[in-house]
Structure formats: C-alpha cells, structure tokens
C-alpha cells in the first residue's frame, strides 16, 4: 500500500512506498517547518483543551454567574453543539477561501472567543460565547492534521502524525488538572483567559509561516449540510441532555430520538444520490478509512468516559486533591507519549499497523480489567499503574489507525477525511460520557437498594436499628455515617460496572481492525532518477 504522502501536483496517493529523493519533498514546503509544528500544535492543544478544561470550573461559575444547574449545562451543550455542527464543513471551506486563510480565521476567532467567555457576565453570555468558541474552533482539529500532513515530505509523515496525535490525546487528559488547578489559584475565569496569549503566539505563527492550498471551486451542498446539522444537533442533545431530562421519561428527548433518526436517514440517502454531496464518496470506498471512523468513534467512546470517571471517583471516594489527581492521572499521559513515538518508528520498518492497533485495543481491555478489580482500599500505585497501561494501549492504537486512514487517500480529501475522523471522535466522547454517566447513576441507586437490603444489625457489631431514636442526636449521626459508608461503597461498585463495560467494548472492536488491508507506510527514499528516467538499482 501506499504512503500517506503523494508528491506535489499529484490528484491522488502514490501507488509505490518507494520513492526518489526528488520526490521527497512536501505538497506544501515551508522555509521553517519546526517552527510551523509549534504554532499548529499549539493551536491543536488549546482547542482539544477547551474541550474538558471547563468542566471542573463549572460548580465556580454557576456561583458566579448565577444560574440554576440545568442553565449552566448548556455551557457545555452549547460548545460540543457547535463544534460537532461546525466541523463538517471544514473541507469545503478550506476549498472555497483558502485552507492558510480559514486556518488563520479560526484561531483568530477562538482567541477572541476565549477572552468574551472570560468576560461573560450572566449564564445567556456565556453559552453565546461557548457556542461562537465551539464554531470557530472546530476547524482547528482537521486543518492542523492535514497542515501537518501537507507540509512535511512522505519519509517524515508517520512522526508528523505522531507528534500531533500527542496532543490530541494528552490534551483531554491535561483539561481537567489545568482547570482545576488555575480555577483554584486564580478564578474560573482564568480557564478561558490562558487561551489568550498562547492562542496570540500560534496566530503569529501561522500568519508568518503557514502555506495555502490552491483554492477550488466546490458547490456547497446545502440539503446535505442541513440535514447532517440537524442529525448531528439532535444527537448531541440528547447524549448532552438526556441524563438531566430522565432520557425518554420526556418528550424532549424523544423529540431529538426522531429529529436524530430521520434526518440521519434522509442524509444517508441524499449522501448516495446526490450529485454533488458534501463529502465526496470516494472517502467512503476506502476500507480502512471507514474502518478507521468506526476506531475512532470507540475511541472516544472509551478515552473520554474514562477521563469523565476516574476525576471525580478519586476526588470524591479516595478523597484525593485536584493536584493529586492531576498526578495520578499524568501516568496515563506519560504511556500514551511513549508508544506514539515508538509506533511512529515501527510503522515505518514495514511492522503490520492492524497487529499494533489490536495490540492497543487489548492493552486497553487490561488495564480496564484491571480497573475493575479496584475497591476503596485500591492503592494510589495501582491507580498510576493501570492508567499508565491505558495510555500505552491508547498511543498504540491512534498513530497506525491514522496513517492507515491516510494511506490512499488523496491530497484534495485530507481534510474532509480529518474532519470525519475527528468528528467521529467527538460523537463517541459525547455517546461514552452520556452513557458512562447514565450507568453510574442507576447502577448506584441499585446497589445501594442492594446493600442497605442486607446490611443487618449485628453485621455492624451494632444494636438494633430501631432502638438508636433512644440516642436521639447520636443515633441520627450513626445512621448518617452508615448511610454514607453505603453511598460509597455503592459508587465504588458503579464505577466497577462501567469499566467492565468498557473493557468489553475494547475487546469486541479488535476483530474489526482485521477487516482493514494491510498498509505499508514504510517510505523508501532512493537516489534521484537517472536521465532515462528510471530508478537505479
């Protein structure tokens, strides 16, 4: 198979890994390329970081601003809503202005959006400017991926990919404990405020360095956009919102059940006929691109719930600080940096990237496995060292699925095939946390039913329940004390259950990445052509 690269001018992906030196140059060189990869990946990390960095400061800013619990969720309806709506089209409007141009809008336009949710004074405010921060970000995620794709040549492209999944998958993970951490120290506020100046440095970056691709004439198919805005939104409402309505107890949700289920019909069938539709189908006859949208959508799925999880479960059961759960959970980090640069330079000696992505798959079973076992007597060690596991699987699995992805795409759908891919991520977060949550809830209740069902006076080494009303104020603190021993354990038990889910889930995806063809995303760089135009042995 081929590399992910092609050379520049070509309309589709090399058919040959083996290329001439002459060859091995970028689709669009630049005069500075590691200055060009620190402006792109620091515009990627504080988008990536935005999209959990404000979820711990929540509790602070409905303090501040106000509002009632179920006002301040649509801070984070509103961002995911817009990002998930938004993101789509990013291929189109890369063609129709300019990738350079709409790269350099959509920093620009995350930075001011940044500084106007720092400045919100009321609740309506801020989802106004979660939502702007959610539409001009979501071109950031796809553009930076094929900016770093385009602008390095094909012998360079697997450590390109490798460096900028870092910050995709760091990032979710550095949300939380940055968060929390400046919302401690400073405000809530300061959570959007350090996108300002970073955010400034990558702009001038990217405005100094950053090519474009030649701009081409593409008709915007608007009935297809529609109906994928309105499938998209419909979906994200009900992940975002279901847990706070009691899911299909309410109308609401049902409304966004049949908005979600038609419009995803309707777009399936506009998306095979049309003429002209918004992503072109040859991104869809590649096997392993659209088996790599259905990895990527598990995950989102499994990264994101278990960042939704393990937070609030150390602070809360365990009783650890932001700080020491920020430490914690870095181990997880730490695995996820090592073999993304390992695999990186595997892929490229020729190694089978489906045998690394199941590998990756089962590394991430184990450690959810090993979660499983966990209790409240669950040691911090143990902690440290299945997140570390995780990371590891987590690292192993992203940079083969995206070279693979990459791999016989051409040039021209790199960044509709970013944007799905990303996309497809987004939606599992959102499918992973709605569900994770949903289960934790239901499955506490029932298991503390369970428990205070058998719990018995002389298992407690108590007297009889009915006669602690003689102590009056101390038998009521007796019982509140009990009662919260049995929430915890009750908890711990829920926690359990979602892990085992998601260990099942890794497991039941590793079959799939055999489905995918074998890609060699070796690059082998010869001597330049010779003047008859061949090769030289």
């Known amino acids: 198979m081929a590399s992910a690269a092609a050379a520049p001018g070509r309309g589709k992906a090399p058919t040959s890994n083996v290329i001439s030196a002459d060859e091995d140059v970028a689709l669009l060189p630049v005069a500075n390329p590691f200055l060009l990869v620190i402006g792109i990946m620091l515009a990627s990390l504080l988008q990536i970081l935005d999209s959990t960095i404000a979820n711990v400061a929540i509790p602070h800013m409905q303090s501040s601003l106000g509002s009632t619990s179920d006002e301040i969720s649509w801070v984070l309806t509103s961002y995911i809503v817009a990002l998930a709506v938004t993101m789509p089209i990013t291929g189109w409007l890369a063609d129709r202005i300019g990738s350079r141009r709409l790269f350099i809008y959509s920093v620009a336009g995350f930075v001011l959006s940044s500084m106007l949710c720092g400045m919100a004074q009321n609740v309506t405010q801020m989802v106004i400017f979660r939502a702007l921060q959610g539409a001009t970000g979501a071109f950031i995620t796809p553009l930076s991926q094929s900016a770093m794709i385009d602008t390095n040549r094909p012998s360079r492209q697997p450590q390109m990919i490798a460096i900028w999944g870092m910050g995709i998958m760091v990032g979710p993970i550095m949300g939380p404990i940055l968060g929390g951490w400046l919302t401690e120290n400073w405000n809530w506020r300061a959570v959007f405020y350090v996108n300002v100046p970073l955010g400034a440095v990558s702009l001038a970056i990217l405005i100094a360095a950053l090519p474009s691709r030649e701009k081409i004439e593409r008709r915007f198919d608007l009935l297809g956009f529609a109906l994928l805005a309105t499938t998209l939104t419909s979906i994200q409402l009900l992940l975002d919102r279901g847990n706070h309505i009691d899911w299909f107890e309410s109308k609401e949700a049902w409304l966004y059940a049949w908005l979600g289920i038609s419009g995803a019909w309707i777009a399936a069938i506009h998306f095979t006929t049309a003429r002209s539709p918004l992503f072109d189908r040859e991104l869809f006859r590649d096997a392993n691109y659209v088996f790599a949208l259905l990895l990527s959508l598990v995950i989102g799925v499994v990264m994101f719930a278990t960042m939704a999880l393990l937070p609030p479960m150390l602070q809360h059961l365990f009783g650890y600080s932001v700080v020491d759960t920020g430490e914690t959970l870095m181990a997880r980090g730490v695995g996820t940096l090592i073999t993304m640069q390992l695999t990186g330079i595997i892929i490229r000696r020729g190694f089978d990237p489906r045998v690394l992505i199941a ?42 699925m995206n070279a693979s992805a990459f791999a016989t795409i051409a040039p021209q759908l790199r960044t509709d095939g970013s944007s799905l891919l990303n996309l497809a991520r987004s939606i599992g977060a959102s499918i992973g946390i709605s569900i994770v949550v949903t289960l934790l809830s239901r499955n506490l209740q029932v298991s503390h039913s369970d428990m205070a069902g058998r719990l018995t006076a002389s298992m407690m080494g108590m007297i009889d329940f009915s006669t602690l009303d003689r102590f009056q104020g101390m038998g009521e603190a ?18 359990i259950d979602d892990f085992y889910l998601m260990m099942w889930m890794s497991l039941a995806v590793i079959p799939l990445t055999f489905f995918m063809t074998k890609a060699d995303l070796r690059v082998k760089v010869v001597a330049p052509k010779d003047d008859a135009g061949d090769l030289p042995h």
């Open 478 to 495: 007796a019982l509140r004390m009990l009662d919260a021993e049995v929430n915890r354990q009750a908890a711990m038990v829920a926690y």
């Open 359 to 400: 590998m990756g798959f089962a590394l991430m079973a184990f450690s959810m496995w090993q979660m499983s076992g966990w209790s409240l007597a669950t040691t911090r060690s143990h902690v440290v060292w299945s997140g570390f596991i995780q990371g590891l699987g987590m690292g192993m699995v992203f940079i083969p």
